[in-house]
């Protein structure tokens, strides 16, 4: 199958590419572009450990072709830190121990990252809710909230000065 | 996982995807949010020779009120649903049960068209669809063409949708005072379809059910109207041994299919207890109105 040139904003660069149309978003993140940040669990759009932020909303990428990206713009996990400073996101996993093997923790970042914008002052219910599409083996998610719930006091504390 | 080999078209206009569609045949399909299709794929449960994508066609996305009915855009993504003030208000049922289905997502890509289309008796919409009395647009070479939802769904995976027409909008009717709703759905865990569900719309007049409508979501090879149930509260005063009565004609006509999530009898009871809790949560709203 002839392969298609795309071209789209990632991180806040430009990339082109040639991808077959059959070639998911997750693939030409990984392999092509080598960002290996994002993360294969399932590849059956279940645990988010491919999420994604695709024009502004998070998206599994194992279930968006990388030709749909064509024009768009995607946000992965490499793109939170800015200049060595790591993104309250990160700094709440870490402070929080939100985080044990590591295997979700990219996925439950970006959706953390635009969780927050979608709720800036979330109960942990809502944390709940707007993070259950992303699952951890590991850490019975209690830090997991509690690091989202850093994040947002930093960030509301940052944006409100 | 990776799906087949395939040809990738994005139009930009409807008129332009029923022309590929024509063209291409058999061997095309429509790609909507993917949630359903592309996973398939993955599987080699369908292996197009080619992919018309939806997405880039701006007119098939959005929702708005027309002489009473609301039309709401087949590419409308359930998160965009449940962000409606206008549906909230007019068409409450449907935002409630797309906040059911699985993970926010999953909801930013999965349309109310996909979810319709797809035939797959998991899927809730179908099910809301008829509680709402909702009727498809179906568009085609050979023009337009309406089809309320009752008629729609056929059998698994097969609905009413000709290979080369497109469901590009739904309509529903805004709801009236004295309007009750409710989906309630039992799932074993976040991002699994319904063990079973039961979506109810009712209307009050004076304390008396003018009408109402029960559908039932993976009890069957498509979603059933629970039409004897209807029956049997309709012009009543809906009361406990009203609900009870209604709630064994709606087990009466489960077909459901056994599966990991339970049994014949577990699914059938289960689609009865659905739909006593639904009908009592639709009633509750109805007279809070
Ligand atoms: C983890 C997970 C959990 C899920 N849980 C649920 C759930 O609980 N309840 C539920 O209802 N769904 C659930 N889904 C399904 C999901 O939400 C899908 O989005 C939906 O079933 C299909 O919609 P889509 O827009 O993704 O369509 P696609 O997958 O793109 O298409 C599905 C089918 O419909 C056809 N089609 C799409 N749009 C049109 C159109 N406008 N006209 C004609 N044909 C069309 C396509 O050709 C294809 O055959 C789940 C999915 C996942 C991945
Ligand atoms: S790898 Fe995409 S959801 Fe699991
Ligand atoms: S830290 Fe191991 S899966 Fe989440």
Redesign the interface.
């Known amino acids: 199958m002839a392969k298609q040139h795309i071209v789209f904003s990632l991180n806040g660069g430009v990339v082109e590419i040639l991808v077959e149309p059959r070639t998911l978003l997750i693939h030409a993140l990984r392999e092509t572009l080598g960002q290996t940040g994002s993360h294969i669990g399932c590849e059956t759009s279940h645990c988010g450990a491919c999420t994604v932020d695709f024009n502004g909303k998070s998206v599994k990428s194992c279930t968006v072709l990388a030709v749909q990206a064509d024009g768009g713009e995607v946000l992965t996990v490499e793109g939170l830190a800015h200049n060595g400073a790591l993104h309250p996101v990160q700094e709440g996993f870490m402070q929080e121990h939100g985080l044990q093997c590591g295997f979700c923790t990219p996925g439950m970042l970006i959706r953390a990252y635009r969780f927050l914008q979608e709720n800036p002052s979330p109960t942990d219910e809502d944390i709940r809710m707007g993070m259950s599409g992303n699952l951890c083996r590991c850490t019975g998610y209690q830090n997991i909230v509690k690091a989202v719930q850093y994040a947002a006091n930093k960030l509301r504390a940052t944006q409100g000065a | 996982?990776?799906?087949?080999?395939?040809?990738?078209h994005?139009p930009a206009t409807v008129d332009e995807a029923i022309r590929l569609l024509g063209e291409l045949g058999d061997e095309a399909k429509l790609?909507a949010g993917?949630?359903s299709l592309?996973?398939m794929m993955?599987l080699r449960f369908a292996s197009p020779k080619h992919?018309i994508?939806l997405?880039r066609i701006g007119a098939l996305k959005g929702i708005r009120e027309q002489s009473g009915m609301i039309h709401i855009g087949a590419m409308t993504t359930e998160?965009e649903l449940i962000a409606s003030a206008l549906l909230r208000e007019k068409c409450p049922l449907l935002p409630e049960a797309a906040k059911w289905i699985?993970?926010?997502?999953?909801r930013?890509?999965g349309t109310l068209g996909g979810d319709i289309a797809h035939g797959d008796p998991g899927n809730d919409h179908p099910a809301v669809m008829m509680a709402v009395d909702a009727v498809f647009v179906l568009q085609g070479p050979r023009g337009e063409r309406l089809i309320v939802a009752d008629r729609f769904f056929h059998g698994l995976y097969y609905t009413e949708l000709a290979p080369d027409e497109i469901l590009t909008e739904i309509r529903i009717p805004a709801v009236s005072k004295g309007t009750g709703y409710a989906y309630c759905k039992l799932k074993r865990k976040?991002?699994d379809f319904a063990t079973a569900a039961a979506a109810v719309q009712l209307r009050l007049d004076g304390g008396v059910c003018k009408k109402i409508n029960i559908a039932l979501t993976n009890v069957a090879p498509t979603a059933l109207k629970a039409g004897d149930a209807e029956m049997s509260l309709t012009g009543k005063v809906i009361d406990e041994a009203l609900i009870e009565q209604a709630a064994r004609k709606a087990m009466a006509v489960c077909d459901p299919a056994e599966d990991q999530r339970g049994n014949r009898d577990y699914k059938t009871h289960m689609a009865g207890e659905m739909t006593r809790r639904a009908i009592r949560q639709a009633l509750a709203r109805a007279k809070g109105n």
């Open positions: 996982m990776i799906p087949g080999t395939f040809d990738y994005a790609l993917g949630h592309l996973p993955k992919l994508d997405n998160n699985s993970d926010p997502q999953v930013n890509c976040t991002g």
